[in-house]
């Protein structure tokens, strides 16, 4: 939809007053094209609105609202399918609320054609009964969210660094791969309580960068585990824990070959020292997806612990 559509409807309007119409024509032309976007021209005059209201009210604030456009195959009708909300809606408030640091809660309050357009606000907390309020509003929680989600949605549709967002990263894959599932292609805009407005777009370009960034790589090093044994397992496991207090760290250990074990005849409570392979598997934005400790051998500042003939 192009910035110009506000002027089609203009003219519609005025189609029946020839008088009117021919002002409007020449007002239009002496405007030359518009190069904005409907969103732009709309928050132009939330700002407007926004400051004829602080003439009164210097507090004042407009109503948040969240705008999420949907377009792909099947968006032409402007209606939401049950099955793109239950995977959509739910993991997009979790990426606000990951962003801003805190619970937000989101309702929606309609739909219009334009694609599929959503229209969303944040829930309002609880008013504070505190008498003494500052003479400046906090920033929403919503607000900060959504400042946050958008910058990490333009680096992915970039394909620029985003490991400054990295606690945020899971949120949006979830996301992605949902936007993926229906072949949708996903427009962010947000409409802040002081006239701000922000924008971003999760096309396929940034979904196939996001796979891209979900790649691991291995990164090994040897370590030294050092405690008591918990708990033995046939199948070739141990449970080492690093302490006597109840929430000392207990390290899984693996061993490949389960006779070795076996033949150790490790009993629980033993006190060992084992040289692991400490194995992380990063991807591209340095989250550990999986980690696992591999025993390699006997520590060098510990007598072997006995082997069966």
């Not at 002027?7 to 239009?28: G, I, S, T, V």
């Not at 009708?77 to 239950?86: E, K, P, S, T, V």
């Not at 074990?261 to 997806?289: E, K, T």
Request: negative net charge; without cysteine; proline residues 5%.
């Amino acid at each position: 939809m192009t910035g110009d559509s506000w002027r089609d409807r203009r003219r519609a309007l005025l189609r029946n007053d020839p008088e009117m119409a021919d002002h409007a024509a020449r007002l239009f032309e002496e405007l030359g094209t518009e190069d904005r976007d409907d969103e732009e021209i709309e928050a132009e005059h939330r700002a407007s609105r926004l400051a004829a209201a602080r003439e009164y009210t210097p507090n004042a604030r407009l109503d948040e609202e969240l705008q999420l456009r949907l377009t792909g195959p099947d968006t032409e009708a402007g209606a939401l399918r049950f099955q793109w909300g239950d995977a959509l809606l739910h993991p997009m408030e979790t990426a606000v609320s990951v962003a801003a640091g805190t619970p937000v809660q989101l309702e929606l309050t309609g739909i219009s054609a334009g694609s599929t357009v959503v229209h969303a606000r944040p829930i309002a907390p609880t008013a504070s009964p505190e008498p003494h309020a500052l003479d400046t509003p906090a920033p929403s929680a919503a607000g900060t969210g959504m400042s946050t989600l958008t910058k990490l949605l333009a680096a992915l549709e970039s394909e620029s660094d985003v490991r400054e967002w990295a606690k945020l990263f899971d949120s949006v894959e979830a996301l992605s791969r949902a936007l993926s599932k229906y072949s949708l292609d996903l427009g962010v805009t947000w409409y802040g309580a002081d006239g701000d407005m922000r924008r971003a777009r999760l096309t396929e370009r940034g979904r196939r960068y996001v796979d891209r960034l979900r790649q691991t790589r291995d990164r090994d090093q040897e370590i030294t585990i050092a405690g008591r044994i918990t708990e033995l397992r046939e199948s070739g496991w141990v449970k080492v824990k690093t302490g006597v207090a109840k929430n000392a760290y207990a390290y899984d250990v693996h061993f490949e070959d389960p006779e070795e074990l076996v033949r150790m005849r490790p009993g629980l409570g033993d006190n060992v020292h084992f040289r692991v392979r400490f194995r992380q598997r990063l991807d591209s934005v340095g989250i550990a997806r999986s980690t696992e400790y591999t025993y390699l051998g006997p520590a060098a500042e510990q007598t072997s612990l006995p082997l069966a003939p």
